[in-house]
């Protein structure tokens, strides 16, 4: 089992609506949790972190945790064409004990935005 | 606007060649990392640095080297280039007073012939 899982996809939204992408993590120890955008060939941006269960807004974007699931996901609002991109989900690292300033990321997920 | 940047942004160069790529921060960060990237894979992490005496190794060391100069410039060498090591490679920083979200730049897109 992968430690950070994310859908490869591509997720294709039409421009406007929800795009909502999901990520799992093995790991309960894991305390705080990002969403970073790549472009293709770029590097990747931080988006949002979240480190509290519940949801967390900032303009259009919405990360949401639930660490009893072991599940964050990120919802993008009102979708543009230029979301087009792969969504990275990261994770620190619980273990060993004092590992947490190590991120681990998952695969990635493409995100296709249809005009 | 604080910065991390990356030189050189491309290189190609042949197996068996020694390469070195060089990252510079104005961020003022305490922590950077080097991260190698495969085509359709996940981030995955070299070696990371909290100061300048401190240097560890990540997932994937191996033919890889670090000198941090400064606190400012962390530069990541290859002893002997092989074609397996074709990737993006990022640097990455961040503060130890944060929840260690790390602030990415551009990257070094490496080919070895």
């Known amino acids: 089992q992968k430690e950070v899982e994310q859908n490869s996809g591509p997720l294709s939204v039409p421009e406007g609506a929800i795009a909502s992408l999901n990520c799992t993590y093995s790991?309960?120890?894991?305390?705080?949790f990002f969403w970073y955008r790549q472009y293709s060939g770029k590097s990747p941006e931080l988006i949002m972190f979240?480190?509290?269960?519940g949801d967390k807004e900032d303009g259009r974007f919405t990360a949401q945790l639930n660490k009893a699931s072991q599940y964050v996901s990120l919802l993008i609002r009102d979708s543009q064409p230029s979301d087009s991109a792969t969504y990275l989900c990261?994770?620190?690292?619980?273990?060993?004990?004092?590992?947490?300033?190590?991120?681990?990321f998952g695969s990635g997920t493409r995100l296709l935005v249809r005009p | 606007d604080a910065d991390v940047t990356q030189t050189p942004r491309n290189r190609i160069t042949k197996t068996g060649k020694r390469i070195m790529l060089e990252c510079s921060q104005t961020?003022?960060?305490?922590?950077m990392y080097w991260y190698r990237q495969d085509p359709g894979l996940g981030l995955q992490l070299i070696y990371y640095?909290?100061?300048?005496?401190?240097?560890n190794k990540g997932e994937i060391s191996d033919g890889y080297s670090v000198s941090r100069q400064a606190q400012a410039k962390f530069s990541l060498s290859l002893e002997s280039a092989i074609p397996n090591q074709t990737a993006l490679y990022f640097c990455?920083?961040?503060?130890?007073?944060?929840?260690?979200?790390?602030?990415f730049g551009p990257g070094t897109r490496l080919t070895v012939l």
């Open positions: 790991d309960r120890g894991s305390q705080s």
């Open positions: 990455a920083t961040s503060s130890s007073g944060s929840y260690n979200e790390q602030f």
């Open positions: 961020k003022g960060h305490d922590r």
């Open positions: 640095s909290f100061d300048v005496k401190d240097i």
């Open positions: 979240i480190y509290s269960n």
């Open positions: 990261a994770v620190t690292a619980p273990r060993p004990v004092g590992s947490s300033y190590k991120l681990i």
